[in-house]
């Protein structure tokens, strides 16, 4: 038990990394993917993005137990247009796919000033802000979205439809880390409702209902049988809608509704599409872009915003990068008998 006299063990970055890669490639997946999956999941559990860092694991190894997921996919990367790259994943994650397109993705967007990456046939299960934050580590602005499995109910409909489908965004800030957001359109993700199940929390008015359509804020009702409700009423629900647009028709991915992963127990990751956007600010207004935003970020604070989306997660990478990363003595215990097993 890890209490305040046994305080939780910590993980250097690339530690956690390895273990993740271990227990990946231990469970079916190629080493190349394994390293891609371990450095997004450690990524997420350094700042602190637990929804998505090692709690996702056992989800990840179910899934591929199920055979639901191809772990030694290759994607095929196309070359389409001057601004339009497309990633056939193979039916594999979509972070090793968004990987073989990077760097044809960065050519064409300093080209073009802007250009497209369109993912179909992948899983993602992961967050998206570490999809777009190395973009703007960069100098581009990059706009990523991806839809999930219909646990969402449209504003005014009666049944769930849409995934959680989140949006996320990174720009270039002079003087500083990138401004980031990056938010599920459901009023709170799927995984935040699971952990809130686990540790017995109620979840907050608003997040969704029960099997019968009756609003609750029991996580555990909203998992069985009920659904999650879209952030903002009609405001949320159209850019779910848009999500799904994008993410799928574009893509020729699958809508959050149409793949069937009932014969595979087990399954958890959504079979989907990815969309991410890319932008040279360069090419803009010819003043520079990082600049123009240093300053709406200082005229934002100055009207007295005291945190932008992005600072809790940089200052817990900040912590970790000094302190390590903070696992729970049980969890880490099981993640050491999963490299194993
Ligand atoms: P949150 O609601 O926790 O946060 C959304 C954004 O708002 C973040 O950028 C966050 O910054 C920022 N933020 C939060 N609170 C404040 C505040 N008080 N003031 C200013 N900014 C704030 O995220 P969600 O629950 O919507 O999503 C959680 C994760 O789930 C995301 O990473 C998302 O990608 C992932 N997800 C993945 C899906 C998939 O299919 N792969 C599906 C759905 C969700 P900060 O990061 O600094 O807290
Ligand atoms: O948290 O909603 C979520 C989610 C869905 C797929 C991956 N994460």
Not at 14 to 29: D, M, P, S, W
Not at 232 to 256: D, I, N, P, R, W
Request: with cysteine; glycine share 10%; charged share 20%.
């Amino acid at each position: 038990m890890t209490d305040a006299l046994s305080p939780a063990p910590t993980l250097a970055f690339n530690e956690l990394v390895e273990l993740l890669q271990q227990i990946f490639v231990r469970h079916g997946v190629a080493a190349s993917v394994a390293r891609c999956l371990a450095e997004n999941c450690a990524t997420a559990e350094q700042d602190g993005a637990h929804s998505h860092g090692v709690f996702r694991i056992p989800g990840y190894l179910s899934t591929l137990a199920s055979g639901w997921v191809d772990g030694q996919a290759s994607p095929r990367v196309e070359d389409v247009a001057a601004g339009f790259v497309r990633v056939d994943a193979a039916g594999g994650f979509a972070q090793p796919a968004l990987a073989a397109a990077r760097e044809l993705l960065v050519a064409k967007a300093r080209e073009a000033g802007i250009a497209i990456l369109a993912i179909r046939n992948s899983h993602h299960f992961a967050a998206l802000w570490p999809d777009v934050e190395p973009f703007a580590r960069q100098g581009l602005v990059a706009l990523s979205v991806v839809n999930s499995m219909t646990c969402v109910v449209p504003h005014g409909a009666r049944q769930p439809l849409f995934g959680t489908n989140p949006i996320a965004f990174a720009a270039p800030c002079a003087g500083g880390d990138p401004v980031v957001f990056d938010m599920a359109t459901s009023a709170m993700a799927h995984g935040d409702v699971q952990i809130a199940a686990r540790e017995g929390r109620p979840v907050p008015p608003g997040t969704g209902v029960d099997r019968h359509g009756e609003p609750t804020t029991d996580p555990k009702a909203i998992l069985d049988g009920g659904a999650l409700l879209p952030f903002g009423e009609h405001k949320g629900s159209a850019l779910s809608m848009m999500v799904e647009l994008l993410s799928a028709a574009l893509t020729g991915g699958h809508f959050s509704f149409e793949f069937d992963w009932s014969q595979h127990p087990g399954a958890r990751t959504p079979w989907t599409g990815q969309l991410l956007i890319v932008i040279d600010p360069d090419k803009g207004s010819g003043q520079s872009f990082a600049v123009r935003c240093r300053e709406l970020v200082e005229r934002m604070q100055g009207v007295g915003l005291t945190r932008l989306s992005g600072d809790r997660r940089y200052r817990n990478r900040a912590h970790a990068q000094v302190s390590g990363i903070a696992i729970a003595s049980e969890e880490l215990a099981q993640l050491r008998a999963l490299a194993l097993a």
